[in-house]
């Protein structure tokens, strides 16, 4: 298939592209972060440097190949961020993804896999967080992310636009060939920060509360590892490409873990001891995200292989000394 990927030099979109070359489609990828010496390409993928805000190059893109379907990953994803900065995040996430969708009627393009997350959710006392949940974001960022599904609801119906939306919980990990991992700038992520400390490219990792309704005061969240979240992208295309399914996806192990369960877990891995310090909260956390991922294994046959806590911190540690050597 012809398809176009959105952000796929971004930390998800590079390990959907890696898979997507093993099922042999023709990949084009557009990206903001082309010129990027530290982001890694691939043989046999079109990159082209665009931003999705650019309505009129895509256009150009568009025209140019006949796309069957388009993933699109390209957003800004920083919670905090988007508490003081909410029109970057509606810009991006919101415009963007409606250049792309007008540009898929006007080109005539069916098949849509949007990245989602969590974060749509908010606030909730349910231990597993199913599909069906009510929405009730607390950050600009879930709502953002809120906002394209609904319209895409409205391009279904108005346009039989077919979708997957696909509700990430936190990925994590790196990919298992030790060529892409996480790589944020600034890096504000939990996991790849510890290992930065851990390595000696920090001093002091900032634990965000320790007052939240769980077990030990810090926030629980549900740890994904990046090639899972890649393999349920694949599935996904399969099911709407054969199906013509419109469908909706948590991604996630289903087991949540709290902040300090994950600096203990990097101690104990790294033999180091990771020196931290209580600081406020951040603005819009939410006390426990952890996914019921029931719908994704009963309809797509998906299974999480790599999610396994020892798993994720022993590919990301394997990244980190790469990101290391690559920064320094
Ligand atoms: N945290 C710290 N210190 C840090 C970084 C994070 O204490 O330096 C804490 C956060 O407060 C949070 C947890 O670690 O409690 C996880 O934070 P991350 O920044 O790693 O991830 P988030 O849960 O904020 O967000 C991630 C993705 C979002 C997605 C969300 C869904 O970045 O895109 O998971 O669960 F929406």
């Given at each position: 298939m012809k398809i176009l990927v959105t952000g796929g030099l971004g930390y998800i979109g590079s390990h959907v592209v890696k898979d997507l070359l093993l099922d042999r489609h023709d990949v084009t990828v557009i990206d903001y972060k082309i010129t990027k010496k530290i982001f890694y390409k691939e043989n046999n993928v079109n990159y082209i440097n665009a931003n999705i805000l650019d309505k009129k190059q895509l256009r150009e893109i568009f025209n140019k190949k006949r796309f069957d379907i388009v993933m699109h990953f390209a957003a800004v994803i920083d919670v905090k961020e988007s508490m003081t900065d909410p029109s970057l995040y509606y810009r991006n996430n919101f415009i963007g993804s409606l250049n792309i969708l007008d540009l898929m009627v006007e080109h005539n393009i069916k098949y849509f896999i949007f990245s989602s997350t969590a974060a749509v959710y908010g606030n909730t006392n349910q231990t597993l967080i199913s599909e069906d949940h009510i929405k009730d974001p607390i950050n600009a960022y879930g709502n953002s992310k809120s906002m394209v599904e609904e319209m895409l609801f409205s391009y279904h119906k108005a346009h039989n636009i077919k979708y997957s939306i696909l509700r990430y919980f936190n990925a994590c990990g790196a990919h298992l060939d030790g060529t892409i991992g996480e790589c944020h700038d600034p890096e504000t992520h939990l996991i790849p920060i510890i290992l930065q400390v851990a390595s000696g490219r920090r001093k002091n990792l900032d634990v965000f509360g320790n007052n939240f309704n769980t077990p030990d005061g810090t926030c629980v969240r549900d740890y994904v590892h990046v090639m899972d979240v890649s393999s349920a992208h694949i599935l996904a295309l399969k099911n709407i490409i054969n199906n013509k399914q419109s469908l909706i996806f948590n991604i996630g192990s289903g087991t949540g873990y709290s902040v300090f369960e994950i600096i203990n877990e990097v101690e104990k891995f790294t033999s180091t001891k990771i020196p931290f310090s209580i600081k406020d909260r951040r603005k819009g956390d939410t006390d426990r995200l952890i996914a019921d991922i029931k719908k994704i294994k009963n309809s797509?046959?998906?299974?999480?292989?790599?999610?396994?806590l020892q798993n994720i911190i022993a590919t990301a540690w394997r990244w980190e000394q790469t990101l290391k050597k690559k920064l320094y």
């Open positions: 797509l046959g998906w299974v999480s292989k790599y999610s396994d």
